[in-house]
């Protein structure tokens, strides 16, 4: 039930082609579904992030597409750049109740590799 | 810049040997998270702090402890790390009610011989 399941586990692109990362989860109390894009040695960093009421939102190159009937969602980067190359986590949010506080469900992971 | 910092980013301990990790932060925020990450897979969370309301994860060690004697700072302790401790420790913040929102450190790396 708090799981979210994330494919590809790894995913090569040609520069300037279309990456794209799936997730889907089960969950029907998750209020927030973010996207990290993490690299080497560092710490991961929130992406773009949408909301269950809303179907797609768009940042840039990145777009997320979300299917709440499905319970997936999907991170789209447009124009791939080899600086795109990183490891992207989807993630869902929960709430913990009265103190409004939650904690974050990470997908598996993806490592992306966009090539010159 | 307003940041998560964690130091020391390298840490080398011996089996058994407690060691403690820091995270401070310039953000202001309420709510504090450690995970653990290791090679290849996604963090995990250890605990978190609303202020100074501790939650702790149920499936986390009790080999695991933290402190947080203020808003910016907060201290994982490994009292007896064992070598499938190894990992990265990520400390992360977030303002109360956008969880969704976590601004993490840079971790730091921990071997344990």
């Known amino acids: 039930q708090q799981q979210v399941k994330q494919s590809p586990q790894s995913l090569i692109v040609q520069k300037g082609g279309i990456s794209i990362i799936n997730c889907a989860y089960e969950?029907?109390?998750?209020?927030?579904f973010p996207w990290y894009q993490q690299f080497p040695g560092k710490g991961p960093a929130l992406l773009i992030a949408?909301?269950?009421?809303?179907s797609e939102k768009k940042e840039g190159r990145f777009t997320i597409s979300f299917n709440k009937s499905a319970k997936q969602f999907s991170l789209h980067i447009m124009d791939s750049q080899p600086g795109d190359s990183a490891t992207y986590f989807c993630?869902?949010?929960?709430?913990?109740?009265?103190?409004?506080?939650?904690?974050?469900?990470f997908g598996q992971g993806t490592t992306l590799q966009v090539k010159p | 810049d307003a940041m998560v910092i964690q130091n020391p980013r390298y840490q080398v301990t011996q089996f058994g040997k407690p060691v403690t990790l820091s995270c401070s932060q310039t953000?202001?925020?309420?709510?504090m998270y450690w995970y653990q990450q290791k090679s290849s897979q996604a963090p995990k969370l250890l605990f978190h702090?609303?202020?100074?309301?501790?939650?702790n994860e149920a499936d986390t060690p009790d080999n695991f402890q933290s402190r947080r004697p203020n808003t910016s700072f907060c201290f994982l302790d490994i009292r007896s790390p064992g070598l499938g401790d190894a990992a990265m420790y990520l400390c992360?913040?977030?303002?109360?009610?956008?969880?969704?929102?976590?601004?993490f450190g840079p971790g730091t790396r921990l071997t344990v011989t």
């Open positions: 992360a913040t977030s303002l109360q009610g956008e969880h969704y929102e976590q601004y």
């Open positions: 969950n029907t109390a998750f209020d927030y």
């Open positions: 949408i909301r269950p009421d809303v």
């Open positions: 993630a869902a949010s929960t709430d913990e109740g009265s103190s409004n506080t939650g904690k974050l469900i």
């Open positions: 953000l202001n925020h309420n709510v």
């Open positions: 702090y609303y202020d100074k309301d501790f939650n």
